[in-house]
């Protein structure tokens, strides 16, 4: 059974970092690009960043380039999104999931809330 456990949300000023973490289970996770989506309120959800199998290839949208780094531990089967200069339009709840263009299990899990706020 395919699962996402997401960790790391938080209440955070303008201008400020957290680091958020996903531990995948229940498909091959060495072997799986995996990525980072979230959520705001009223708006659909987007694809932040992806990171391949190896971790070498990454992509970013436009609007956190520069800004977010997504990293991987495959002995950890944890996906990482390291977030930057944080404003409030980063502000939404954020999945994971496996796959490079868009999500490739119809799962997910419970997201963890980013709130950016002064």
């Known amino acids: 059974q395919v699962q996402f456990v997401e960790s790391g949300g938080d209440l955070v000023h303008p201008g400020g970092s957290l680091k958020l973490s996903c531990a995948a289970s229940g498909f091959t996770f060495r072997v799986t690009a995996m990525g980072w989506y979230r959520q705001a309120p009223g708006k659909e959800r987007e694809l932040v960043a992806v990171?391949?199998?190896?971790?070498?290839?990454?992509n970013y949208g436009d609007s956190v380039k520069g800004r977010f780094a997504i990293s991987r531990s495959s002995v950890k089967e944890t996906v990482y999104l390291e977030m930057n200069s944080l404003n409030s339009e980063d502000t939404a709840v954020y999945y994971c999931n496996a796959g490079w263009a868009r999500p490739v299990f119809n799962s997910w899990g419970q997201g963890t809330q980013v709130t950016v706020s002064s």
């Open positions: 990171i391949d199998a190896t971790g070498y290839l990454r």
